[in-house]
């Protein structure tokens, strides 16, 4: 099935460390991006990519960094620079960026304990 | 700052009744627009995309656009208590390719 997967659904982190958020995709989609969803709001843009090795900061990127090595997959890494990392993280594909239907995948829930 | 508003709701529809959800936007020169549904603790499903004014109908789902009035809108016919989720309004940013700017979304309950 085609579709793109996060792991883990759960992440605990103890202050002062980074971890790193896993999003894979088969879907042979150009574009992808990492959202961060914070309870009773919406989804706020952390990075997108358009092309492998190439990535773009969206609104909130400090505290955050990606890579995109492989199409198929954009890990998103919470730096210990980032304050506020408890939240619900989502990531997105679609065709290209210039086709903004974008599909997700089952998120991943960040605490810091 | 570009915004995306909606009602938070809670918006209570009785079940078989039509509900009716809506969504203003900042951008004048977005183009895509899209509604998702989120159920509690999941992840967001698109149900509807629309890019031209007027009326686009899926199945029980119904997305009005007015570009003119920078307003967006998804009514639920017969409704279901399966419909009972939030529903998040997104638009692409003009300037920002692969940009969406979503909404803070509005809860719908669907009363048996």
């Known amino acids: 099935d085609g579709g793109i997967t996060q792991s883990p659904k759960y992440l605990f982190r103890k202050e002062g460390q980074n971890v790193t958020l896993s999003c894979e995709q088969n879907?042979?989609?150009?574009?992808m991006y990492w959202y961060r969803q914070d309870p009773g709001q919406g989804l706020r843009l952390i990075y997108y990519?358009?092309?492998?090795?190439?990535?773009q900061k969206g609104d909130i990127a400090e505290g955050y960094s990606v890579s995109r090595e492989k199409k198929e997959s954009f890990p998103l890494t919470v730096t210990s620079a980032q304050k506020n990392p408890t939240a619900f993280y989502l990531c997105?594909?679609?065709?290209?960026?210039?086709?903004?239907?974008?599909?997700f995948g089952q998120g991943t829930r960040l605490t810091v304990v | 700052q570009k915004e995306v508003e909606q009602n938070s709701g809670p918006l209570s529809v009785p079940e078989g009744a039509i509900a009716s959800l809506n969504c203003t936007y900042s951008d004048r020169g977005s183009q895509s627009f899209f509604w998702y549904r989120q159920y509690s603790g999941k992840s967001p499903e698109l149900i509807m995309s629309?890019?031209?004014?007027g009326d686009k109908e899926d199945g029980r789902f119904t997305a009005q656009l007015n570009k003119a009035s920078q307003y967006v809108s998804l009514l639920i016919r017969d409704s279901q208590p399966s419909d009972s989720a939030t529903y998040l309004c997104a638009v692409n940013q003009d300037d920002s390719w692969g940009k969406l700017q979503f909404g803070a979304g509005t809860q719908v309950v669907v009363t048996p």
């Open positions: 990519s358009q092309i492998v090795n190439d990535f």
């Open positions: 997105a594909s679609s065709r290209s960026v210039a086709d903004t239907e974008a599909f």
């Open positions: 879907l042979n989609h150009d574009a």
């Open positions: 629309i890019y031209s004014n």
